[in-house]
């Protein structure tokens, strides 16, 4: 029993990881443009695409081949890692300026629409390109189980779990430390004020959305070899991401960080007891949290002066 | 005139019934049929998101519930296909409540959450329940409707789908073009003001959620009877994409909006079903491009060309009839009564101990350097803010706490420091959302358009326009109240604190932005309100305004009360002349 809930922990802290990651994302979008991308689970399943197709390319192999017992080199996963995280964000930007800039600061949520509909546009375009078959990745740490106290975890979960770690500490620094980061928190609170200041506001919210892109990226990269690469995971892992965000906060990137590892334990536990009944009830507590704490549990009341 | 445009609706959808008689192919009787159904859900959401303006990316999970409710009651229960279909509805009803509850006090993205997440719910209960909800196998020989025995052909089916629309229709125009209508798009422009002219924002959000469930849940059930065969298959985040995406695209808040949003993307769906990656690329693109393209949907591009002229307003004679007040049959009581009132947010007192005491009939005035408590005070007595502790009595009556509608109905108005105006509605429409919590037309009045909601209209017209003349606003009755200057927006949100009918009215800083003269016709008007019986309490920094105009000034400074008295008084006050000019040296 006890081993049995620890491997839950285990599992559920790897894959809460990259719940975090694109929790993070969409902090990082609607602190500084007050929108969010709907389609960011498309991003991170394309995300998942772009590295195994990086792959395929260094490994001089067709598209779909299998790639079960194929030996990658260090070097080879890393370059597959930045070009993903690259190629996303790129997207990223696009997608700012095609479905997000038209509507920002625009009353009513037409961005909402737009962002899904670039989703799906994105998505079609990865069915045309990859087909809808599931892709089987190996692990760059290779795919052996290391069994601590009985617990068996796979490499992978532990590397997906120190990576996001690593990124969201650089990145919190970043935000706190560098002129940059402070630059993206001043658009967050006044876009006009940030502007009369000399900030180049485009610029910051563009960075933003790369950022918030090359996120969904690196967590498509990182949960390929637990999950496998398919083009349809991708809602259902930034609908939990999401959740992970509004239960955290939006406006507060470390509560985002927390309620992304929080939804994952939450749903490996729930997993434990009743595997159909996970996402019920996550998105149930979803509904419940929201309904008592209408900012998120470490969001700031945002009070209107009257 | 009243009766044509019923007429002209009915017109066409016997048309559009003979149509469907005379083409009698099934597939193209389906296409009809999902026109219809899409109708329903997209005309019902249109009041939740085009009127309320809350988006809900969850409508799949109503859909559901009216569809399952009908299917298992038909099924399991063995009930009359049309008792299944009511019930269906009712239902779906009652899951509007449930997800409005959550709904209320979360706004923008998070309400997208709740709802979306509402959906989701839905969508995996009724896959993996598999005991009751059947999943994906799904539940078969749901019982279709019938009539003397006979169950529906397609046409019929068609025919019905028709007449529920034409009904829907009618109704909903009904409800949307007078006072529910107005409170609608009052909490979709401000909440914080709807409330103040006494909008119960939380019961017309649920009574929005309601609405687009229901017609969801309607639409769910004829699609689960129709094809006597449902599984979870038909529920899907897609399906609410698609419900939103019918309004937005048709046009929302416009009442031809859903319909043009049904029929032209199921004709889109039909005509691209057979390649399913150009179907997703074409949806792909009306949500990225359709919005940016069409801000206000289809309906919006054609509004241009139906948009009236607007109808030059005649001028009033002189004086019509004095706008509507509410005299207090019992002076005795003290109008208001504020004892020991605190307010503290945190370490911030922007109140402490503060008492006084309001006369009938008189202009008070609530002076202070800034940061003293002023607003607070004002909040406070119109319930936007609760006291921390103390006493605040209307009429004898304790309103400390109670909510904003509820104490703008007990005949308090006010005005907002920055103003709070309803800024796309018209002049006439902000004046007359004055005079909501002063009809007494209820929903079902209004939504069979009885003549009590017609009398209750033309009377509250009357009213506003009254008020409209008395303020030297009639020129601009149809024009939006946020296109007018600033002085301008004073004065129509000074009209429409009026039109709740006020025994007391609050005035949060009126003549802030006016330029001289503009601010010496305001003196003038309120002495003219005052006249009219209306007690006021203003907050203002222009002392020349204060001095002339006031019976009794209050002073705060720091949240406690100086001194009060006669204007005289006040400015020979010690306390009051070190507040504003700081204390002489020792």
């Known amino acids: 029993m006890l081993i049995a809930l ?130 089987v990745v190996p692990s760059p740490v ?92 991708g809602l259902s892992i930034a609908l939990k991401g999401f959740s992970g965000a509004i239960i955290g906060g939006l406006s507060n990137p470390r509560g985002c960080v927390l309620g992304g590892f929080a939804l994952g334990l939450l749903e490996s536990l729930v997993n434990l007891w009743q595997a159909q009944w996970r996402e019920i009830v996550v998105f149930l507590l979803v509904i419940l949290v929201l309904a008592v704490r209408p900012h998120g549990l470490l969001g700031l009341r945002t009070v209107e002066k009257v | 005139m009243r009766f044509l445009h019923p007429i002209i609706v009915v017109a066409i959808s016997i048309g559009a019934a003979i149509l469907a008689a005379v083409i009698g192919n099934d597939y193209y009787l389906r296409i009809g049929f999902m026109m219809c159904v899409y109708y329903l859900c997209a005309a019902g959401m249109n009041v939740l998101v085009g009127y309320a303006g809350q988006k809900s990316l969850g409508q799949a999970g109503l859909f559901a519930a009216g569809a399952y409710g ?37 706004k923008g993205p998070y309400l997208a959450m709740v709802t979306l997440a509402f959906g989701i719910v839905v969508e995996k209960l009724v896959s993996e329940w598999i005991e009751v909800f059947g999943g994906a196998q799904g539940i078969y020989g749901i019982k279709p409707l019938s009539l003397g025995g006979v169950p529906f052909t397609m046409l019929h089916w068609v025919w019905f789908g028709i007449a529920l629309g034409l009904v829907t229709h009618l109704l909903l125009r009904n409800l949307l073009s007078g006072r529910y209508g107005r409170a609608f798009l009052s909490l979709q422009a401000d909440e914080i003001a709807a409330e103040s002219v006494g909008v119960r924002v939380y019961r017309y959000k649920i009574l929005a959620f309601v609405i687009a469930a229901v017609t969801c849940g309607v639409a769910g059930a004829m699609v689960a009877q129709q094809n006597q065969y449902l599984n979870s298959d038909f529920i899907s985040f897609q399906l ?27 004709l889109i769906d039909a005509l691209l079903a057979r390649w399913p990656p150009v179907q997703h690329f074409a949806y792909g693109g009306l949500l990225l491009f359709g919005l940016y393209a069409m801000p206000n949907g289809v309906a919006g591009l054609f509004s241009r060309f139906f948009t009236k002229k607007a109808r030059p307003v005649p001028v009033a004679q002189k004086q019509s009839s004095p706008p509507p007040t509410r005299r207090d049959e019992n002076r005795s009581r003290p109008l208001l009564e504020v004892s020991s009132v605190s307010k503290n947010f945190g370490g911030v007192r922007p109140a402490t101990d503060v008492t006084f005491r309001l006369q009938h009939g008189h202009v008070h005035a609530l002076i202070g350097p800034n940061g003293a408590g002023k607003s607070t005070m004002i909040n406070m007595i119109s319930g936007v803010l609760t ?67 017609r009398r209750e209209e033309a009377a509250a017209n009357a009213r506003a326009t009254a008020i409209l003349d008395t303020l030297g606003l009639r020129e601009l009755t149809h024009v939006p ?106």
């Open chain 2, 387 to 453: 006291p921390s502790s103390g006493r605040i009595a209307f009429l004898g009556d304790e309103i400390g706490g109670l909510e904003s509608h509820g104490i703008c109905r007990r005949g308090v108005g006010r005005t907002f420091q920055n103003l709070r105006l309803f800024a796309s509605l018209s002049v006439l429409e902000n004046v007359l959302l004055g005079q909501h919590c002063r009809m007494k037309n209820g929903f079902w009045t209004s939504l069979l358009a009885l003549p009590q909601a």
């Open chain 1, 142 to 233: 290779g795919d052996d189980v290391i069994r601590i106290a009985g617990v068996g975890i796979r490499p992978q979960e532990i590397l997906m779990f120190v990576v996001a770690i690593v990124v969201m500490a650089a990145l919190d620094w970043v935000m706190q430390r560098t002129i940059m980061g402070k630059a993206m928190r001043a658009v967050a609170h006044d876009q006009r004020v940030a502007s009369l200041m000399g900030i180049n506001v485009t610029a910051v919210m563009v960075g933003a959305f790369f950022l918030s892109s090359a996120l969904a990226g690196l967590s498509g990269f990182l949960i390929a070899p637990i999950a496998s690469a398919s083009l349809y995971v």
């Open chain 2, 70 to 106: 009908a299917a298992l009651l038909s099924t399991s229960f063995d009930l009359n296909a049309w008792v299944a279909l009511a019930v269906g509805a009712v239902i779906a009803g009652i899951c509007g409540v449930l997800i409005a509850w959550p709904s209320l006090r979360v």
């Open chain 1, 6 to 135: 620890l491997q839950a922990v285990a599992s559920g802290l790897a894959v809460g990881g990259a719940y975090a990651l694109i929790a993070l994302g969409f902090s990082i979008t609607f602190t500084t443009t007050k929108t969010l991308n709907f389609s960011h689970g498309d991003f991170v399943s394309v995300g998942s695409f772009v590295g195994v197709t990086v792959l395929w390319l260094l490994l001089g192999k067709p598209i779909n081949a299998p790639l079960v017992g194929v030996t990658l080199s260090v070097w080879q996963q890393l370059l597959a890692a930045v070009i993903t995280v690259v190629v996303i964000g790129l997207i990223g930007v696009m997608l700012y300026f095609l479905a997000v800039k038209p509507f920002a600061g625009k009353p009513g949520m037409s961005w909402v629409m737009s962002t899904i509909g670039f989703g799906i546009i994105l998505t079609s375009i990865g069915l045309a390109v990859w087909g809808p078959s599931q892709i």
């Open chain 2, 481 to 586: 109240a946020g296109s007018l200057p600033y002085g301008l927006q004073r004065r129509v949100e000074l009209a429409r604190a009026l039109a709740t009918e006020p025994q007391l009215l609050l005035l949060d800083e009126p003549a802030a932005g006016l330029n001289p003269q503009e601010t010496a016709e305001l003196g003038k008007l309120i002495v003219q309100i005052s006249k009219l019986g209306i007690t006021i309490l203003m907050v203002e920094h222009h002392m020349d305004l204060v001095m002339s105009i006031s019976d009794h000034v209050i002073v705060l400074d720091y949240g406690i009360k100086i001194a009060e008295g006669t204007p005289g008084v006040v400015q020979c006050d010690k306390r009051v002349i070190e507040a504003y000019l700081g204390a002489e040296a020792a």
């Open chain 2, 240 to 266: 609410s994409i698609f419900i939103l995406l019918l309004v937005l695209f048709g046009g929302s808040g416009s009442l031809y909006g859903p319909l043009i949003g049904a029929v032209s993307l199921t």
